[in-house]
């Protein structure tokens, strides 16, 4: 696949703010920080189209991306960012209920985790939520030039075991700065769309 286009079609915080539900969606989740954005940047690539921040929890709004007029890439908000208050955590995991058990056109949401550290309690959390609803297989491991060659396929091993995948599920490196995985997961992509 190539992305020939991409708008910002709705920034969402509960359903009436939803855009319809005529096309196909495929989401992003992982930690504050993650490099959920960045990546999203690199899909599309543009520089600064998804908002990037050195400040965790810039997103926390569900931001609905229109790609090629055809389907559409969903940033979620990240988790886990401490100095959020209880009143935001609370909203977070409401905002992602109600996104994630009702979305009838979510084909499947991307778990990111950082490749140099074992996927956090949250991050097992989360992926336990996304096997409840049907959602998951597919991780993508971001930061992936922060580490060696050396180290790569130790780390990809450990979330694989603590995220407790199967060998179907597709880990996948990637580094938003080196411009690298991307490839792979537009062909994940089409795959997904396929069918
Ligand atoms: P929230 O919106 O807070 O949930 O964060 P996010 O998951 O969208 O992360 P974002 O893309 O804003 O990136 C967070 C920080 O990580 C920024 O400082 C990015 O520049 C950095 N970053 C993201 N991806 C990469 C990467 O592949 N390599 C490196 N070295 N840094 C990255
Ligand atoms: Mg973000």
Do not use: C
């Not at 009143?87 to 209920?97: C, F, H, L, N, P």
Request: charged share 25%.
């Amino acid at each position: 696949m190539i992305i020939k286009k991409a708008d910002l079609l709705a920034v969402a915080v509960k359903k009436a703010q939803y855009p319809q539900d005529d096309q196909k969606e495929i989401a992003f989740a992982g930690r504050s920080n993650v490099g959920k954005s960045s990546l999203i940047n690199m899909l599309l690539n543009r520089r600064n189209f998804a908002r990037v921040s050195g400040n965790p929890g810039k997103t926390r709004t569900i931001n609905f991306y229109e790609i090629n007029d055809d389907f559409r890439i969903v940033d979620l908000p990240g988790y886990g960012y401490a100095k959020v208050s209880k009143s935001i955590s609370e909203g977070w995991g409401d905002m992602m209920e109600n996104y994630l058990s009702s979305r009838q056109n979510l084909l499947k949401v991307i778990q990111l985790v950082d490749i140099r550290h074992a996927p956090s309690v949250q991050d097992v959390q989360m992926y336990d939520w996304l096997r409840y609803y049907d959602l998951d297989g597919i991780v993508v491991a971001t930061k992936a030039d922060k580490i060696s060659r050396n180290e790569l396929s130790k780390n990809l091993s450990i979330i694989r075991k603590t995220l407790k995948l199967s060998q179907e599920d597709l880990v996948v490196p990637v580094s938003s700065l080196k411009k690298t995985g991307n490839t792979e997961l537009l062909e994940i992509f089409d795959l997904l769309l396929e069918d």
